[in-house]
Structure formats: structure tokens, C-alpha cells
């Protein structure tokens, strides 16, 4: 039998009355500090036969921090006691302070509190903000299936639900399953290691819906996609081409192509790093992506003197209300963000205007039914086609992982496609062996 309590006490006469935590195993009492000092005047010690604990009385100046952190820390002793029997480990001393230890000094082993903790951890180390979100929106997702869940609670019985629910309720595709349950995957993966739980309920669910390959555009939907007539209204289309064609010439990603700015540009090649990895790229420049630039280049310029009249006329509109007796704060503080976001945009030495990720894909799928291509035509689709079709061009591995800005070839192959047409032209080569050629 094992009881936690909280209590005041004093080493030596003279010294400050610190708080502890008396955990008594059998009748065996140890204490832990909680590294916080109170005075026995602003004490109550509760009554533990009638569950009454211990607390901080409101006339301390502090009580709200110093109650706030008994009930976390008594919390956490009472969740390391029931990990030691839901583990059938016998509750002693030693596996008691092991087990404490193992969850950061009694850190909870609330699911969202670790995970949290553990994405903080991650970020210090400077992975990437998008991945970060990823993790955060996989913790949401777990608690909005079941509030206030315990890694305990995280079992074969619940991934199955918890696959379910992302199916059936979410409404998500199979490959947003598989990354959301990864990353599952991953924060029960570091439990287990740090000794917090005592098995991984991964070891025997298998995850299905494994991430769709994305497949390259062949030269002649290439072309598809650059000889379509677009008509003129549909501006969004028109840019979202350009930008597609950019990156399946520069294998930029999204956030890259973006990025892009006009000082990165010289005379023959794009010198800027990778968002992803900081690898430094230099992509030189082909004769289609100078057009493309050139191209850009010419609406930029009309769509800047554009929002210069725009601003002009805000800005006039701005002074108006200011000189106006009765002021309207709420109008003006719009006329004053709305001016803000046009300056911005003015000052952009960006290629490509921003656009939601989404939007664009969006483009690109409706570009993908105009050509009559039967592709899931995504952004990154760019860089597995610079991928394919520079690998079946003849161009070296070394040259395309240094464009790419790759640095493994093991990260090359899950880009590198073999395109039809070079299938075809290889194969051919099989007839000069003569045990595959018909005698004549």
C-alpha cells in the first residue's frame, strides 16, 4: 500500500520550511522536495483520513503558483504509482524514484503534456516549423477523439478507433492516416524508450495507407501543360503555369519557389539556400526559365503600379477620416493595416506573389483536366519530374543531388522515375543481343 501527501518541513531551527512531497510505501515514509518554502502560519496540513490535502492558505502572497504546483507534482506521484500497477511492477521505494526519474522528476504522463513537451524539445533543436505543425496537428487529433488521455490509454484497441475516427469523421485520405499515425508512432516510441510506458502498442499494428507515390509528369504532358491555351480572364491559371514550370525547371518546392527573391538571380543561375535542409542551391538557368522570369518580370511591374494607385487613394481616403471631427478608430485602424499590406507587397523583392499551398494545387489539378492528364497534379510533382527527366537525360547523379539540394542518394531514388519513352529506348538495346534477335 502506497499513499502520497504533502507537508511542511524544517531541516534545522532557523532554516526555511520547505515543501515536500511524503510518499510512504508500506509504512516506510520518503520524502520529495518540491523546492518551495512556505511559512507555518499560511499552512494547512489537511486530513489525510478524510482525503482533505495539504494546501497553501490564501492569505500567502504566492498561494495560486505554490497550490498550483502540489496538485501538479501530487498528480504525478499518483501517475507513477499507477503506472507501477498497471505494469505489475511491485511498488517500492527504488521503483518508485526509477520511475519518477524516467518521467523528467514526475513530469505527467498526460499524453498532450508530453507531447507538448516533447515538440518544444524538438524545436529547440531547430526542426523544421512545418513538421512541428504536423506533430501539433497530430496531438489535436488525438484529443479531440479522447480529452485528457493517458499514454496508458494508448493501446491496440485505441489506434484502431483512432484510425477509424480519422477515416470516417475527419474524412481524411489514406496517406493523411498513415502520417498522422506516425507520428503517433512516434511519440509512443519515445515513451516506451524513456521507460514511461512498459509496451508499445505499435509492436502488433501494422499502419496501412501507406503514402501515395507521386509520378512524374512525362515530356509530352510536359508540353501539354505549356502549349495549353489558356483564356485570358483566368489569370490564377495562367500564373499557377508559370510557377509549375518554374519549379519543374529549377526543382524548387513550393516554399522555395516563394522564397525566391530577384537579388538570388544572376546572369546564369539561381544562388540561394534550401528552406528544408540550408543546403546552399545553384540551379543554372534554362532558356525556358529565363522566359518565365521574363514573363514574371512583366507583370510584376503592372500589378506594383496597380497597388501604387491603390495606396494612393487609400491613403487619401485615410486623410479624409482623420480630418473628420467625429473619427471613426475601427475605419481608419483597417484603412491603416490594409495600406500596410499593399506597402508590403509593393516592397517584395519576391519573384512570385504569395498564395495559400491549396489554392494552388487547386490550379494546377484544374490545368491537370484541361490537358486531359490523369495525374494527381500537386506542386511537389515538379520535383520528381526535373528528378526523371534529368536522370533520363543523361545528366549525372552528382550534378542533380547538387541542384536539388540533396545530399544522400538514398533521398535521389524516391524522386527518380523511368519515363516511357526511355524505358522503350533501353530496352531496344537487349536486341543487340543476339540470343533476343529474330535470325533474319
Known sequence: MATVRAVLRQQREGDPHYIYLLVTVGSVPRPISL???????????????????????PSHHDHHFLNQLIRKKFSAAEQVLNLLQLNNIPITHSAFSQYWGSAGGGASTDFKTFANDLIELKRKKKLHEDTLGNYTQCVNKVCEL??????????HEFLERFEAFLIDDCRHELSTVAKHLSHLRMFVKKAFARGIIKANPFAEFQISGARSQRMPLSSQQLLAIRNLEI???????????????FQCCTSMAFVDMLAVQWSQITEHAILRPRKKSKEQQNIPLLDLTRWILDQQKAELEQIRARIACSIDALQRKLSHFQETA??????????KRRIDRLQARLDSNCV?????????NKHLKTLAAMA?????????????????????????????M?????????TLRIYQRVADEFRVTEMKKMENIQAFRLQA
Open 35 to 57: 523546492r518551495a518554502t512556505c511559512t507555518p502560519e499560511h499552512w494547512d496540513p489537511g486530513d489525510s483520513k478524510n482525503k482533505i490535502p495539504a494546501r497553501v492558505l
Open 146 to 155: 479522447r480529452p485528457g488521455i493517458s499514454l496508458f490509454d494508448i493501446n
Open 231 to 245: 483564356p485570358e480572364h483566368m489569370h490564377g491559371l495562367e500564373r499557377a503555369r508559370r510557377r509549375f514550370l
Open 326 to 335: 467625429s473619427k471613426d478608430s475601427v475605419r481608419i485602424g483597417r484603412l
Open 352 to 360: 512570385f506573389e504569395s498564395i495559400a499551398n491549396f489554392k494552388y
Open 372 to 400: 486531359k492528364i490523369e495525374i494527381d497534379l500537386i506542386s511537389h510533382v515538379a520535383r520528381y519530374t526535373f528528378a526523371t527527366q534529368a536522370l533520363n537525360a543523361g545528366v549525372s547523379k552528382e550534378a542533380v
Open 402 to 410: 547538387d541542384i536539388m539540394g540533396i545530399t544522400q542518394e538514398k
